[in-house]
């Protein structure tokens, strides 16, 4: 049997705080014995003025929030199904990408 977990959370506009949040709920979930926990759409970032977003988002291999859901991934031993981050791709142009990161810590 393999026990999922739907964490909800209230996205802003301070990544850190975001991230922090959904770490919380993420371990809280993986003590109580979740081995694949799925977060929301724009999980570490939503910013609906005009121009912010852009300000914020780094492209995958710089994003904050998905090197510490990896990592955070490793330590508990869970599945991540990250619902979206906004990602900045080589256009410059912002995409909400969704990201599936396995036990090992891995984007498979």
Same mark, same amino acid.
């Given at each position: 049997m393999l026990k999922v ?10 990544? $850190?705080?975001?991230?922090? &949040?959904?770490? #919380?709920?993420?371990?809280? @979930?993986?003590?109580?014995?979740? !081995? %694949? ?5 724009m999980t570490s970032l ?5 121009? $912010?977003?852009?300000?914020? &988002?780094?492209? #995958?291999?710089?994003?904050? @929030?998905?090197?510490?859901?990896? !990592? %955070? ?36």
């Amino acid at each position: 049997m393999l026990k999922v977990a739907l964490v909800q959370l209230r996205t802003g506009t301070d990544v $850190e705080r975001n991230v922090h &949040i959904a770490e #919380e709920l993420i371990s809280k @979930a993986s003590t109580k014995g979740a !081995k %694949l926990v799925v977060t929301p759409e724009m999980t570490s970032l939503l910013d609906r003025r005009p121009g $912010e977003l852009d300000k914020k &988002i780094q492209t #995958e291999e710089q994003d904050f @929030a998905l090197s510490r859901f990896r !990592k %955070l991934a490793k330590e508990t031993q869970c599945c991540l199904v990250v619902g979206s981050l906004p990602i900045k791709i080589e256009s410059g142009q912002a995409v909400n990408r969704s990201f599936c990161i396995d036990n090992a810590g891995r984007v498979v």
